[in-house]
């Protein structure tokens, strides 16, 4: 137990708080879903049978009055209206075509109209052997009529009106299907007897409850002697009557009954919807939940972290750093004695320190003048000539790298040396480029560079060496370790001015650095106070290395290069021309160089 508590005391304020607030946020909404899950199932399982239980006694309900109407209209077309009574009396002979006849057609015809869908076939029988129908219909000649049930019923003269199912079809428009006969005698009245008989489309029975077959439901219809009228496609094999509900329901004052089995499945994938709908909502809380109490946590500690933070830049030597004090809590009020406490000691250190700076000051101007003068004695021929002479050596002795280098190094120092021209065209710029470029492939390896400059472009005058030290830039602050670096060297006209563009993917800098620098740019005025406010703001944060790339023995610079590059443009050219820097999607950065070009004559 002891241990326990050790490792747990071991963690971090923000992992206790994290752990603390997912305890008490998660398992109450866990244990409260798993709770509701169980109490709610029976009651959506109850709600569901009452929701299935409405829909099939509406359905049963649609049905039975479809039926009752057609008896209806049956009983009024023999009983209370003149049509039966005509029929008995009407001028009509087996396989004859009177006006009779044709009146009851149409008769026959309007009846069956009324029920499309409903009823395949309606006719009325006369017993001297007369048929009534409507013209829409034609006989099935390979039936006898004499041997159907509904003829059997006309001599019995039975008071019975619905059939049993059968196939029988004496009409060749009737669908080939068991249906059921609905039959209503006319016995002893005008001297004749007769029977209007109406068949049943067999669809009747399906169409109504068609909504309400799936895979998980069987229906089945049967009359009220147990014969099987309809029965659904759908059989529930392997199922035992526990997994099913079934319901009953009687049509036709009971002439049919109705018998429809639900699989409990159909019930619980209802309720098994409303379950992952439930575990989505508490799978987002929880997610939320975890969010939350990570921000919280975050938060929280985030001001020890920043303090802890300073002090390890301190412990390091770095006293111009301070800790943020956002508020007026405990931590802020540390933070602030500690920033008191930093500042002391770094006006402590700064006295000593100017005072021994003062003398090694004296003493590196004295050494600075020996090297510039020795520096000033060295002649160019020589430095060439001494070149070449390597070069020669390395040839002899088929060395070819250290023949590239030694002439890409004369060349780059008689172009940079040469004092004739300050301003020279843009193709010899570029070539400059080139050859820097070859001598950092030389010493690093190959580089990843694109340059794609507009033919039309490289007439254009250019201050001299103004894109090389760019490139440096890139090389001493953008490339801080090993990996596949490149550089793009792009332009195009605008507005007749030659826009150019550097652009390498390296580290880049931060947005503040960034419009900084494109202020200075803005409101390049005092030189010195310029150069003050560019030293001011490095490329490079105190915790970031200087590039690998970089010349181990070049002096950690600053902005100064910029905007040394930048005076020289604006001395020559005048505003709005100069340098500008923009954001690179990605990381690096893009130095954006705007020199003239067609809007003003610059003389080369």
């Given amino acids: 137990m002891q241990l326990i508590v050790q490792l747990w005391m071991n ?51 649609n049905l039975d009055a479809t039926l009752k109407t057609i008896v209806s209209d049956m009983f009024y077309f023999i009983a209370y209206s003149d049509q039966g009574d005509e029929l008995l009396q009407a001028d009509a002979a087996p396989g004859g075509l009177t006006e009779d006849m044709r009146k009851a057609s149409k008769q026959l015809g309007n009846f069956r109209m009324r029920y499309p869908g409903d009823v395949d076939s309606v006719f009325f029988y006369r017993d001297d052997g007369v048929f009534f129908h409507d013209y829409g219909l034609s006989m099935n000649e390979s039936v006898d009529p004499y041997h159907m049930q509904w003829y059997s019923h006309f001599q019995q003269k039975s008071s019975e009106i619905w059939g049993q199912p059968s196939n029988e079809l004496l009409f060749n428009q009737d669908k080939s299907a068991k249906t059921v006969y609905i039959m209503m005698g006319m016995y002893g009245l005008q001297g004749h007897d007769g029977m209007l008989v109406v068949r049943l489309n067999p669809d009747i029975f399906g169409k109504y409850f068609q909504h309400l077959t799936s895979v998980n439901t069987a229906i089945q219809i049967q009359n009220k002697l147990g014969d099987t009228l309809y029965v659904s496609s759908n059989e529930f094999k392997n199922v035992s009557d526990g997994h099913l509900v079934q319901f009953q329901e009687h049509v036709a004052d009971g002439e049919f009954l109705i018998n429809v089995s639900i699989s409990e499945e159909l019930i619980y994938k209802r309720i098994n919807q409303i379950k992952k709908i439930n575990t989505i909502i508490v799978s987002l809380s929880i997610i939320l ?4 109490s990570l921000l919280f946590s975050s938060k929280l500690t985030r001001q020890l972290r920043n303090l802890l933070h300073v002090m390890r830049k301190v412990e390091k030597g770095d006293f111009q750093v301070a800790a943020p004090v956002p508020y007026q809590d405990e931590i802020s009020k ?23 700076m003062e003398k090694m000051a004296a003493q590196l101007r004295q050494r600075e003048a020996v090297i510039l003068a020795l520096q000033n004695q060295i002649n160019p021929h020589f430095l060439y000539n001494t070149l070449e002479t ?42 400059h480029v080139r050859t820097y470029l070859r001598i950092q492939e030389e010493r690093f ?7 794609e400059i507009p033919d039309e472009l490289l007439p254009c005058p250019i201050v001299k060496l103004t894109l090389q030290p760019l490139l440096e830039n890139a090389f ?27 652009e390498d993917n390296g580290v880049g800098i931060s947005e503040e650095k960034r419009e900084h620098f494109n202020r200075l740019f803005a409101d390049t005025g005092n030189e010195e106070t310029d150069i003050q406010e560019a030293g001011a ?13 970089a010349n181990s023995a070049m002096p950690r610079t600053t902005g100064i290069g910029l905007l040394n590059v930048h005076r020289r443009i604006r001395l020559l050219f005048g505003k709005p021309y100069g340098l500008y820097l923009l954001p690179t999607p990605g990381g690096g950065v893009t130095v954006q160089m705007t020199v003239p070009w067609k ?3 610059v003389p080369l």
Avoid at 486 to 500: A, F, P, Q, T
Wanted: glycine share 4%; proline share 4%; net charge negative.
């Fill in 599 to 601: 809007n003003k004559e």
């Fill in 334 to 356: 540390l933070s602030l004695v500690f920033n008191q406490m930093v500042k002391k000691i770094s006006l402590l250190i700064g006295e000593v320190y100017d005072t021994r």
């Fill in 476 to 502: 001493n602050y953008g490339f801080t370790e090993e990996g596949e670096y490149g550089l793009r060297i792009w332009g195009e006209e605008c507005d007749g001015n030659c826009v150019l563009f550097v």
């Fill in 537 to 549: 703001t490095p490329l490079l944060t105190d915790e970031e290395e200087p590039s690998p790339l």
């Fill in 390 to 431: 390597i070069n020669c050596r390395a040839i002899i002795h088929q060395t070819p790298d250290i023949s590239v280098m030694c002439t890409s190094l004369a060349q780059f120092f008689r172009y940079a040396i040469e004092k004739r021209q300050v301003i020279v065209p843009l193709h010899k710029e570029i070539e």
């Fill in 11 to 61: 963690r971090s304020l923000r992992t206790k708080l994290f752990v603390l607030m997912i305890v008490v946020a998660v398992i109450p909404n866990i244990i409260t879903n798993m709770i509701t899950q169980v109490y709610y199932r029976d009651i959506t399982k109850e709600i569901e049978i009452d929701r299935m239980q409405r829909s099939i006694n509406q359905t049963s309900s």
């Fill in 289 to 292: 939940a975890f969010m939350l």
């Fill in 445 to 451: 390896g190959e580089l990843l560079v694109d340059i």
